[in-house]
């Protein structure tokens, strides 16, 4: 079968690309969706129902199309959902948004590219010739394409402990992929639960496990045992960052957003007012400037950064207050399993001594996959021929400034693009819809430029 582009993937990325695409390549292009996720476009993150599960990002900057700022505030207004654009939507309203703009553009079939969603998981992706690259399917087909976008995502991160350190009678009440919830409903109402780990996906699976009735003893574990800030709910004004030019150190960036803070500016709006740069800056970082912010400073980043919608965050707080969840900070050793439940040991931060957890089930909240291709058999596979370079920090693949993929040699891939996650070694900030829905635009623009370019 041949295509002019090929989108792989089907969460938020590649619904973004494929809605780009349609409304910009002409109708006689053909377009193949290639994905076996059942929620298409919905992804990890907007298939979930539970209305606790809102988006860390306010209604006014989710829009798909970065020049309709408005466009999921007119949604969610169709839909009388009473929400203004500083408040933070269910992440559900969000996914039904993206299916029902795209099938809008797919009603006005015979004005638009045409697309084909094929089912399937794609397993390699081989240039066959100067224009054309073959992807292979799961299910024994092939396309021949022009042009391919890979949008894979991340996977979950693997549980933070050797495999030696876990006894293998404890591994049958470990959940080490949260994101498949039918976990949920195999917890007894009063049982133990340990997550490992406290960001965004911890607040995520103990608001879901509240949700389901579930009245135990949470415990969280993690290095640091920070948990995430909220949005203030008079969400303010970004502040202006008026950044050094010269200097890219860590420490005198840090202070001049501290001198900002120190100044009067509260530090949500220093931390917005950050974002426009942060792509730019990470830029210019080197290697090593970039190795000594992901050690020393990730954590703070995430928390200040990354933050819970103010509802959300008034929840945790009242659980963390009256001791449902207990946070501890420190470094896990094993895993044992116990009668009844499991021990977890932990060498608790700041010391030497080993402390001991009890619980009936562990969950791995360690969230995304930094290093990126473990999840995937098909970036293993084109990294096994060369295709692809992991990033040397670890987070994802490298691409171009373009998003165009770079092989092994350093030659570029002018026809294999890639979107999400997995460009933050090139961009940093690429895991949100409000950046990524920039990349696929730029995407879009340089396919459909370069389709226009070719011979007839
Ligand atoms: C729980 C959660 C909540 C979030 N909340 C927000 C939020 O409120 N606001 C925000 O801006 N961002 C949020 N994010 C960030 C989120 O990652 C992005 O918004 C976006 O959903 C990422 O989409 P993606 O398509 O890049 O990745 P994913 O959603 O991970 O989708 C990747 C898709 O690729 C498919 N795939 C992988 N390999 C193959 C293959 N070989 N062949 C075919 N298909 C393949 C997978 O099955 C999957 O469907 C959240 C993330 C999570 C996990």
Redesign the pocket.
Known sequence: MKYDVAV????????AVTINLMRHLPASARIAV????PGFG?????R?EFHL?????PAAR?SIDPDAPEDFLDWLRDHERPISGSD?AP?SD?GLYLRDRLAALLRERDSRAKVDFIK????GCLDIGPETTLIRLDNGDGLAVKATVL????GSAPLPLGHDAIAPAARAVIVENP?RLSWLSKVGRHERVAMLGSG??MV?QVLALRATGHRGQIHVLSRRGLLPHAHDVHHGTPVPIDLPETDRQISKLLSHLRRNVRAGAPWRAVMDGLRPHTQNLWQQLNEDQKARFLRHALAWWTIHRHRLAPDVGVELKQLVADGTVRVHAGFLQRIEATDPGVTLTYRKRGTSGLERLSADWIVNCTG?ERAGIR????LQAMAARGQLQGDPLGLGIVVNGQSQLVARSGDTHAHIYV????TAGRFWEI????D?RVQAQGVTRSICAALEREPA
């Open positions: 792989v993937g089907a969460g938020f990325s590649a619904i290639v994905g076996d996720d919905r992804g990890t993150a907007y979930s599960h809102r988006l860390n990002v989710m933070f992440r969000f399937a998981k794609a397993v949008c894979l995502g991340v994101w965004l996906t995520d995304m999840h995937s058999p098909l979107v999400g996650a997995l895991t949100a819809v409000p990524i």
